[in-house]
């Protein structure tokens, strides 16, 4: 558990899309933020092993908080309600390493 | 960074299909396996905040030691060939918390 993670920064968009009208990251721009994300983070030349990974996953069971996204290895879980705030996550936290709490869940 | 996981262990299958010829997770039995971990998780009433969350996820970019999957927030990462490994995963990793060696990569 001590051996240096693959990546440093593993980020899971959830891009879930429900329909039986429980709320949902899909209809809260998530797809658009995490496509955002993937972007923006090849542009800055961060993506790669031992740098940044950016994901989509299924449902992170967190609905009521979403749009959410979660961090690994350190287990931040943030919302976000548009590029704005992913830009900040960006440049905060996976360049500086520092925590964005406003967006913090 | 200290807070307690929201998930005590997070796994993501990655159930990524490539058509372009480069070997897949979907391909080598991942869709099987990710659903035989949920439901044997949910029967061994581990799954929910706290305790285990059994994820789909995009590419993880490993795509040559596929099939695979990463449990966070520990960050090991294990390849399989069927749901006998993905058992051990479960009853070495998720409930003892002790690494399968033979299955790390």
Redesign the interface.
């Known amino acids: ?1 001590a ?1 240096k ?2 990546y440093k920064h ?1 980020v ?1 968009f959830c891009l879930n899309q429900r329909d039986e009208g429980r709320p949902c990251c899909a209809d809260r721009g998530a797809q658009i933020a995490q496509e955002h994300a993937k972007s923006r983070i090849k542009e800055l030349g961060l993506s790669g ?1 031992g740098k940044v ?1 950016i ?8 609905c009521e908080d979403g749009p959410v996204v ?1 961090v ?6 943030y919302t976000y309600v548009d590029t704005h705030d992913i830009d900040e996550i960006i440049d905060e936290h996976l360049v500086k390493g520092k ?1 964005v709490e406003r967006l913090k869940i």
């Open positions: 558990m051996d993670p693959y593993h899971f092993q990974r994901n989509k996953s299924g449902c992170l069971d967190r979660v690994y290895p350190e287990g931040t879980w925590i």
